[in-house]
């Protein structure tokens, strides 16, 4: 079987390049085409050595590792060494899936054409072949980053929520909201953004269905008994959102919260209930923002 150098050079030369661009999408680098292409002949000229066993020194997994740091270096440019751990251990991740879908696809195409010499597998095989191996395997890569990353983001944004307000106890899905920084302007206390609809069995009906004529401070709807035993404990909370710059809730201390994400749970009893007489979100997903603070 005749093997041309041109041929090695070229076809690591390509997988190199598809490599490294894939590593910079996942990891949303900046990708500068000259620096990769760099990268991608240092690692060809590699393969190249190593397959006309010049130097049998670069057998060594010792230098291979110091090559790839050099690759990743030359490519990327990290500042510092967790990026340029992050970057390399994704480098290598990207390299086993791509070497697996090109050589799977290869042996199932021409699987007589393929031999090993001083670690490399080289053949006879087209350079399409290898090619359509690095497309699958970069289709997969994004693809799967692409699923995880959805759901782990999904998953970080919400958890579960306990409430006790007047002895009764509310359970909902909260989403969490980093830019939920609502404190109490005179205690500094935190404030959960709850929907009223959950808060029917824990404060009466008669304050949740006039929320904004108790904001604008009118009691008429109000009977005299429930008054006298909210009045004191209600507090207005001063907020600013998208197209409501200068907006109030009203307020009130509840006895604890209990957050539960997959990680822990947190119990506090120093937080305000902020009752919001609309819906959160369309289709229902969660029924109260929370701060990080509170997590």
């Known amino acids: 079987m005749t ?14 390049y598809i490599i490294l661009f894939t590593t910079g999408l996942v990891m ?15 690692g060809a000229i590699y393969s190249v050595v190593a397959y006309a066993g010049i130097l ?24 510092n060494a967790k990026k340029l751990c992050k ?13 697996g879908a090109a050589f799977a696809l290869i042996y199932i195409v021409r699987p007589q054409d393929i031999i090993m010499k001083n670690g490399l597998f080289l053949g006879t095989y087209p350079l399409k072949t290898v090619m359509l191996g690095a497309v699958i395997a970069f289709a997969v890569i994004i693809t799967a980053f692409s699923v995880v990353k959805s759901k782990i983001s999904k998953k970080a944004l919400f958890c579960e929520l306990e409430i006790k ?14 830019g939920n920084l609502l404190k109490d302007p005179f205690t500094n206390t935190p404030v ?19 929320l904004e004529d108790i904001i604008g401070g009118d009691f008429e709807k109000v009977p005299n008994n429930i008054k006298e035993k909210y009045m004191s ?11 409501k710059q200068n907006g109030m809730l009203l307020g009130i201390k509840a006895e604890y919260i209990n957050v539960k994400t997959d990680e822990q749970e947190n119990k506090n009893t120093n ?25």
């Open 192 to 210: 959960v953004v709850v929907e009223s609809s959950l808060l029917y069995e824990c404060i009466p009906k008669e304050i949740l269905y006039n």
């Open 271 to 295: 937080v305000i209930i902020g009752i919001y007489d609309k819906s959160l979100t369309k289709r229902g997903e969660y029924g109260a923002l929370i701060g990080v603070d509170l997590i």
């Open 87 to 99: 970057t390399l251990l994704l480098f290598y991740l990207t390299s086993f899936v791509f070497g």
């Open 233 to 243: 404990r209600l507090k207005l909370i001063p907020f600013s959102s998208l197209g």
């Open 28 to 42: 949303k680098i900046k990708i500068k085409h000259i620096r990769l292409i760099l990268a991608s002949l240092i």
């Open 56 to 79: 049998k020194a670069y057998s060594s997994i010792i230098l291979k590792f110091i090559l790839s740091i050099i690759i990743v270096f030359v490519a990327y440019n990290p500042q």
């Open 3 to 16: 093997i041309y150098i041109d041929v090695v050079l070229l076809e690591n030369l390509i997988m190199n």
């Open 165 to 178: 307000v007047n002895g009764k106890i509310v359970k909902t899905k909260a989403m969490i909201d980093t």
